[in-house]
């Protein structure tokens, strides 16, 4: 794919979709040098789906000393991403303050605290969603 301003780079689909429904695209450039394409895909008009019946209901109880407390007894903790890597955060910040001021190596001292910190927004961010979903998440609290 080739967008002005960025230039030419490979894509990794990860839906099938026609280009003729798509009818929005966000670009999205993080500071790790990351690119994400967001396509807004118009979809057909979907046949009537069953309702989606629960198994067993359970009454959570979101805090700020815990993550949750269950009804039926079970406690979620905080998974505290920020404080179980400060450590993988703080050697490159101060590799960072040691580096000149916009030269090269102060720029890939820069991108190596970037990678760090998107690494604690990830997994902060997918322990929020694992917390609110039970498919499709790669943290476990049991």
Not at 24 to 31: D, E, G, N, S, T
Not at 47 to 61: C, H, I, L, M, T
């Amino acid at each position: 794919m080739q967008l002005s301003k960025i230039g030419f780079f490979t894509l990794i689909i990860h839906r099938d979709f026609s280009l003729e429904r798509v009818s929005q695209v966000c670009v999205k450039l993080y500071p790790s040098g990351k690119i994400y394409l967001v396509f807004l895909v118009e979809e057909p008009e979907a046949q009537e789906k069953q309702p989606w019946e629960p198994r067993k209901a359970v009454g959570v109880d979101l805090g700020l000393a815990r993550l949750a407390t269950l009804s039926d007894g079970r406690i979620l903790e905080n998974p505290r991403p920020l404080e179980r890597s400060l450590e993988k955060i703080r050697v490159p910040q101060r590799s960072l303050s040691r580096r000149r001021f916009l030269s090269k190596n102060w720029l890939k001292a820069k991108i190596r605290l970037a990678k760090q910190h998107e690494r604690v927004n990830d997994f902060r961010r997918d322990s929020l969603n694992s917390g609110r979903y039970s498919h499709g998440s790669t943290t476990s609290w049991y």
